[in-house]
């Protein structure tokens, strides 16, 4: 037999052991390739948690205002009994004070937009939180109409500061992908806010007339609160800190608020563009109105669509419902606080689904 030469022997062996090597390079490579793609993955969940979380809280915080509106709704159905009674006052003056918030509130949303452009989305909401909160306590103390009036006048100031003011602030603050569904919140927060009113008029209906009607309506000052504290938690609106020169801050806040690095960048460039534009445009308002009177007609659809919606909602007159629904169980023999509680269940359960449907359609 012909001998295989050593050298030959030798580069196989070379060749085999190369061979193997390479393998075991390559499976090591995969394995931290695989550890690297499952951290990120990991990584980018836990992130993805935290900004989920983080927008919802800066939705709570906005539509804490809505609640108050929808708090008053409610417990003003149950409380006005008991003033008419403590108070004695007519019933010509107890439509008075009802409707007078809706008319004053048209106010307090009209000068929020200059008072948000001036020191910001944050503390527009705080300011109007306060103007509430002011108004709520002098009603709760007031020996008379005239001072309850006055307390009820700044009540509607401050809902239409704040009425105003969420919308924008979420639509300003949170990522594209999930501005339908957290915009959507100022229904849900409104009906929220009706039931709690009925259930502090259950929870109260009990005592003095002189006293009960004055606890239910202190009770609305709990969530105003609620925004003082969170006043050191939110950030301020992404949109206000590029108008005032922050592109940073803006940039650290919609990180927060949004786990697409490149969508953030987006985003930003967009928001400057815009505020470039407004920034251009300030002293030209009798434009912006010219604009709105005497629309383009793609303006003109949008103008009609949205205030057509909100017109008809409000012209079937619920809220006339919600606030004049105890009057109504009362004259007709029923116990009020408890109907009413009752009554305002279905709305919730209605449109928590209709909520969870724009979440997940």
């Known amino acids: 037999m012909v001998g295989i030469p050593e050298n030959g022997i030798g580069g196989m062996t070379l060749s085999l052991w190369t061979k193997?090597?390479?393998?075991?390079?390559?499976?090591?490579?995969?394995?931290?390739?695989?550890?690297?793609?499952?951290?990120?993955?990991?990584?980018?969940?836990?992130?993805?948690?935290?900004?989920?979380?983080?927008?919802?809280?800066?939705?709570?915080?906005?539509?804490?205002?809505?609640?108050?509106?929808?708090?008053?709704?409610?417990?003003?159905?149950?409380?006005i009994i008991f003033m008419q009674e403590d108070l004695k006052i007519t019933e010509v003056q107890q439509e008075v004070l009802v409707g007078i918030l809706s008319i004053v509130s048209i106010l307090g949303s009209l000068i929020g937009g200059k008072t948000a452009d001036l020191v910001g989305r944050k503390w527009t909401t705080a300011l109007a939180a306060l103007v509430f909160q002011i108004g709520v306590a002098i009603m709760a103390v007031a020996p008379s109409f005239q001072i309850l009036m006055t307390g009820r006048l700044l009540c509607g100031v401050g809902i239409g500061l704040g009425g105003m003011i969420a919308p924008v602030y979420i639509a300003e603050i949170s990522p594209s992908?999930?501005?339908?569904?957290?915009?959507?919140?100022?229904?849900?927060?409104?009906?929220?806010?009706?039931?709690?009113?009925?259930?502090?008029?259950?929870?109260?209906?009990?005592?003095?007339?002189?006293?009960?009607?004055?606890?239910?309506?202190?009770?609305?000052?709990?969530?105003?609160?609620?925004?003082?504290?969170?006043?050191?938690?939110?950030?301020?609106s992404p949109r206000w800190l590029v108008m005032q020169n922050q592109v940073e801050k803006a940039r650290s806040v919609l990180l927060k608020t949004n786990e697409n690095e490149a969508e953030v960048e987006e985003s930003l460039a967009e928001i400057q563009l815009a505020a470039g534009i407004d920034n251009a445009n300030k002293h030209k308002e009798k434009a912006v109105w010219h604009e709105l009177l005497m629309p383009s007609p793609s303006v003109h659809r949008m103008l009609v669509t949205g205030l057509g919606i909100h017109f008809f909602q409000q012209i079937t007159g619920t809220d006339a419902t919600v606030y004049y629904s105890p009057e109504i169980f009362k004259d007709a023999g029923l116990r009020v606080t408890l109907i009413s509680l009752l009554q305002q269940l279905p709305w919730v359960l209605l449109k928590l689904p209709l909520f969870w449907f724009l979440r997940f359609s």
Do not use: Q
């Open 20 to 79: 193997n090597k390479n393998r075991r390079m390559d499976s090591e490579l995969l394995e931290d390739l695989g550890d690297a793609l499952i951290h990120n993955h990991l990584v980018e969940r836990k992130r993805k948690r935290i900004t989920g979380k983080y927008a919802i809280a800066c939705t709570i915080f906005a539509y804490l205002n809505h609640i108050l509106l929808g708090y008053d709704i409610g417990v003003m159905s149950g409380a």
């Open 177 to 236: 992908v999930g501005r339908g569904f957290l915009t959507s919140f100022l229904e849900i927060s409104i009906n929220v806010g009706i039931l709690l009113g009925y259930v502090s008029n259950f929870m109260f209906s009990g005592l003095s007339v002189h006293i009960n009607w004055r606890i239910m309506l202190a009770v609305g000052i709990l969530p105003s609160v609620f925004i003082g504290v969170a006043l050191f938690i939110v950030p301020e």
